[in-house]
């Protein structure tokens, strides 16, 4: 799977949008980007995925470019339940293992 | 929907001792659950692949008889820690795939201390 390069850290403005950047410049045709995020001390939450077009949903909009070198996360109205780490994974989607490899992500911090 | 249960989601033992952890896909089935683990300040890093009604696929480093994975239903899957030290001491997080196979829910995890 592509590896993925995301800032280590990042503080937002809460009720702002909060966009969040992933670069993955060796992503093949055939993956998928992923966003989890992990609120501390819990299991990570799916939020959403797409593989070339800009996916929306009730949680996140995710804008990936015309090359799929990178991709942003946006949350379009942070809250203060917004902080965590978020993690940008690129994966092959129903491929043998089906497996995620987690990086460092970016941990966020909304800030009253 | 796509809710996953682990219990317990804490457990404090002595080393030596085993210890046995659950998960469950509630509202959905899973050929194909995972299982990882967390050190503090660290990323996730994934132990095993537990497919139902077979053997599971461990990652390189991991031991196999140490950590046993059970995967007898559509809906569970365990993981026990066999003579546990306090080196095992961590956080343990699984996760199940939603067939057909595009995205993995994630448990709330267990945490586990080996005094």
């Known amino acids: 799977d592509a590896k993925t390069t995301q800032p280590p850290s990042m503080d937002c403005a809460e009720g702002r949008a909060a966009n969040l950047p992933c670069n993955h410049s060796?992503?093949?045709?055939?993956?998928?980007v992923y966003w989890y995020r992990q609120i501390h001390s819990q299991g990570p939450q799916y939020i959403i995925h797409g593989l070339k077009n800009n996916e929306t949903n009730e949680m996140a909009s995710l804008i990936i470019t015309e090359d799929r070198k990178s991709s942003t996360l946006i949350l379009p109205h942070a809250t203060l339940r917004d902080t965590a780490v978020y993690y940008c994974i690129v994966r092959v989607a129903k491929a043998a293992g089906n497996k995620l490899t987690f990086g460092g992500g970016t941990r966020v911090l909304v800030k009253p | 929907g796509a809710v996953v249960s682990q219990h317990p989601s804490r457990v404090i033992c002595k080393s030596g001792t085993s210890v046995k952890i659950e998960c469950r896909s509630l509202d959905f089935q899973a050929t194909t659950m995972f299982w990882y683990r967390q050190f503090p300040k660290k990323s996730l890093m994934l132990m095993a692949t537990s497919n139902e009604g077979s053997k599971a696929t461990y990652e390189q480093g991991v031991e196999k008889d140490k950590f046993l994975i059970n995967h007898a239903s559509l809906t569970l899957s365990t993981l026990t820690v066999t003579s546990a030290h306090p080196e095992d001491s961590s956080f343990y997080i699984c996760?199940?795939?939603?067939?057909?196979?595009?995205?993995?829910?994630f448990g709330p995890g267990t945490r586990l201390l080996v005094l």
């Open positions: 060796t992503i093949s045709g055939n993956e998928y």
């Open positions: 996760s199940a795939l939603l067939d057909p196979g595009e995205t993995q829910y």
